[in-house]
């Protein structure tokens, strides 16, 4: 039911981690984790403009942008020790980031739960993604979109 | 075919300074036979972006736990992991891990349910050997299949259920969660809310000394002189008391049952590993809110 609402970059990330077994798909969070773009500079030198997630496990910042088209440009910022962390970001990140944000608002929060992750990492873990995207989606809110 | 023990000074005034070693020492000994390292980490992901080179991975909640009972593997699920990671009973076994080792404590703790003869912890953890800048490895190594004899765990020693926890109350107990998780204020840990219960509070009797009180800043160890105000004079703990510690999932408490085990050398200390997720959801067992025991 949840899976239809998701968008075609989301859905196809969830579709490969469906695609693979336990030990790829670790590797596959790993990538994500290294993809994960830095900070640009006026974030990276005002770091004060994030927003803290405390709900992860590990450090983690992000921001959310409206562009005038109305897509949204995300932005995160996790300590280099904290892969799984960085891993989640990456995912939200590469699904989201540039989409329209009637689109970002529409993805179900219970997506988390379709990566196959469960027995791999804690739950609290899989909820501190959820938080992510739920702050994402209030900034998006906030910022008057929709 | 044990290796040497770290002669560090800081160690020698520890009860069993055979059981911990420094980064230096693991540095220096990475590449002798009868070693195998290896890295436990509350993070799954952080072996791979990098690990002390030919470490292998102890993932504590793929590989240390049954898949289906809340319990640790059996004598033959151990043999068979300590087997594939190249480890036999003979060999001498360091960990470390993240987050002020509680995980490499936690492994540590497993490990000695199965009389692991030579297990040894590394002062610091992954913090410490990454803040010094030493060599990482993102290689998972080769390590030839070991042939490790199935040894059935033993839980009466230094583990408690909580039946003889019930049978325990008004011997010293030592609640190591937080402050707020302890006078029942909090009902998990902050920012671990999975791991709640029902109700608040602590194990009557209980007295609240955080883990990390046992840790510097570095992650390493306190002294031993440091330790003993802690347990003996704060605590009132006495040298032949039978004690019980616990936290929300016990791996904690495996960092607080290191110290006093190993460091301060208690001859009879449990860890109760089902520690608040099972007493705080148990129906009809006491519990006590606020700050007083």
């Not at chain 2, 044990?2 to 800081?10: T, W």
Request: hydrophobic share 40%; net charge negative; proline share 7%.
């Amino acid at each position: 039911m949840t899976a239809a609402t998701l968008n075609p970059r989301l859905q196809e990330i969830v579709d490969d981690f469906a695609a693979v077994g336990d030990k790829d798909r670790l590797q596959l969070l790993l990538e994500f984790s290294e993809e994960l773009p830095g900070l640009p500079e006026r974030y990276a030198e005002h770091h004060g403009l994030l927003e803290p997630v405390p709900e992860c496990q590990s450090p983690l910042f992000l921001a959310v942008e409206l562009s005038e088209d109305g897509t949204v440009r995300l932005f995160f910022d996790a300590p280099r020790e904290a892969p799984t962390t960085r891993g989640f970001a990456g995912i939200l990140h590469a699904g989201l980031d540039g989409m329209p944000a009637d689109e970002v608002l529409a993805t179900p929060t219970e997506f988390t739960g379709q990566l196959g992750l469960q027995d791999l990492v804690s739950p609290l873990r899989l909820r501190g993604m959820a938080a992510m995207l739920g702050r994402i989606k209030r900034q998006i809110r906030e910022k008057g979109a929709c | 075919m044990a290796l040497p023990y770290d002669h560090a000074a800081k160690f020698q005034e520890y009860a069993h300074p055979e059981m911990i070693v420094s980064t230096e020492w693991v540095a220096e000994h990475l590449d002798d036979p009868g070693l195998v390292v290896a890295e436990s980490d509350e993070d799954v992901l952080l072996y791979e972006i990098g690990h002390i080179p030919g470490a292998v991975k102890l993932d504590w909640h793929t590989e240390l736990n049954d898949p289906a009972t809340r319990d640790y593997v059996d004598g033959a699920g151990f043999a068979r992991l300590m087997s594939e990671k190249g480890i036999s009973r003979d060999t001498t076994l360091v960990l470390y891990g993240d987050r002020n080792n509680w995980w490499a404590a936690y492994a540590l703790w497993v490990c000695s349910l199965f009389g692991h003869p030579d297990l040894r912890l590394m002062d610091g953890g992954r913090a410490k050997w990454i803040a010094e800048n030493r060599p990482v490895s993102t290689e998972t190594p080769e390590r030839k299949r070991a042939d490790y004899p199935v040894i059935e765990r033993d839980d009466t020693r230094i583990r408690a259920f909580r039946e003889e926890v019930l049978g325990h109350l008004g011997k010293p107990l030592i609640d190591v969660r937080s402050p707020g998780e302890y006078t029942g204020e909090l009902l998990h840990m902050p920012d671990y809310p999975q791991e709640g219960a029902v109700r608040g509070g602590h194990i009557p009797g209980a007295r609240n000394v955080p883990w990390a009180r046992a840790a510097a800043e570095d992650a390493t160890f306190r002294s031993r002189a440091e330790l003993e105000a802690i347990y003996r004079d704060e605590a009132g703990l006495r040298p032949d008391d039978d004690v019980v510690v616990y936290c929300r999932i016990g791996e904690r408490s495996s960092h607080t049952w290191f110290v006093l085990q190993h460091l301060l050398g208690y001859p009879h200390v449990r860890n109760y590993d089902g520690s608040w997720t099972e007493w705080g959801n148990t129906v009809r067992v006491p519990i006590t809110r606020g700050d007083k025991p």
